[in-house]
């Protein structure tokens, strides 16, 4: 499991002090999840055509797994122990439901699409996000990476007090707000990939892993801060006319198990559960695939990683089949899966 934000935090005390090294600017510029990484995109691009249609991507990484019924994709239809005690709020799109406790995305559903059907087999959190964020060999792509890092634009994203209090409360001056409002800035500074981790730590109170006491987890601690932090930055993008060009992708390592446990807990489920995008041309209000009446199986159109990392590629203007080579020469697609091309305008 990657520790992002502890080395953006690491990077800007290292940019206060104006000690920089690569390893640590290319663990900020890094994506191992999805099989990205910004060394790995600057190749793709070496090959790729011109007119790439986005510019960057913020990833929103979800450590420990939320639980995708009581938030993107709720069955008020099913037996409570399935349900659970959360009901779903209309939206902005008419049709598009979410959990009643993230009302501010509620009134962006016209800026977001919802994958329903995101699945695969690993039911570790490790095996889970083993394509998570990963180090490389120093290649002059990754110089390439470091000299973009090192830049003084990127120097002055780090500085959050640039930013106006008001900019700051929206945010919420809270850990994954206060990223979030980074990652906005490293954007604008021209950075390609961000990855922002809500949660970095093991334990039951550490992160999204609510095996126990569920629903007040979820209503009390996580689901506030998440609701505000991801508001403010859908908003903030728009108005500054970033979001057109900038792909927010949000996701964990899995959902949550569809039958609530002993605890009043959901535990660890990849069958099926819930991605959401916005900006980077994504059809505002989309939702697609479909999971069945309990949230446990993907019924229509079922989405793999290795899909949703064909689109990132492809939204950059990098065919995902593109082939590029290690430092022994082996040659490797830049992704598997095929891009979800309807979810864009």
Not at 23 to 42: D, F, H, I, M, N
Not at 76 to 91: N, S, Y
Not at 227 to 240: K, N, V
């Amino acid at each position: 499991m990657s520790h992002a934000l502890e080395h953006l935090r690491h990077a800007r005390g290292m940019l206060d002090r104006r000690m920089l090294d690569r390893r640590s600017l290319l663990r900020v510029g890094g994506l191992g999840c999805l099989g990205l990484s910004l060394p790995r995109l600057l190749r793709a691009e070496a090959a790729r055509p011109a007119g790439a249609r986005i510019r960057s991507c913020i990833l929103l990484y979800y450590y420990g797994g939320p639980s995708h019924l009581d938030t993107w994709d709720l069955k008020p239809a099913a037996p409570a122990e399935i349900r659970g005690e959360f009901r779903p709020i209309a939206t902005r799109v008419p049709g598009f439901q979410v959990g009643e406790h993230l009302p501010r995305c509620a009134r962006l559903t016209d800026k977001l699409a919802v994958i329903r059907s995101f699945h695969h087999p690993m039911r570790n959190h490790n095996s889970a996000a083993v394509e998570s964020l990963c180090g490389r060999t120093m290649t002059p792509h990754h110089a390439r990476a470091f000299d973009l890092l090192h830049s003084q634009e990127v120097r002055r994203a780090f500085d959050l007090a640039r930013e106006s209090e008001p900019a700051r409360q929206r945010y919420g001056r809270h850990t994954l707000g206060q990223s979030l409002l980074l990652a906005r800035r490293l954007v604008e500074a021209g950075v390609r990939f961000v990855n922002v981790n809500d949660k970095i730590t093991n334990g039951q109170l550490a992160n999204w892993d609510s095996h126990e006491n569920n629903f007040p987890r979820l209503k009390d601690d996580l689901l506030p801060p998440a609701d505000q932090a991801y508001s403010a930055l859908i908003e903030d993008l728009d108005a500054r006319g970033l979001l057109e060009s900038t792909l927010v992708v949000t996701l964990a390592e899995f959902g949550r198990t569809p039958r609530i446990n002993g605890s009043r807990g959901r535990d660890h489920w990849p069958d099926c559960f819930s991605v959401v995008l916005a900006g980077g041309g994504v059809r505002g209000g989309a939702i697609h695939g479909a999971s069945d009446r309990f949230a446990a199986y993907p019924e229509v159109d079922p989405v793999s990683p290795g899909d949703l990392a064909a689109t990132l590629f492809w939204r950059f203007g990098i065919d995902p089949h593109t082939e590029i080579r290690d430092l022994t020469a082996r040659p490797y697609r830049v992704a598997e899966g095929q891009p979800l091309r309807r979810l864009f305008a």
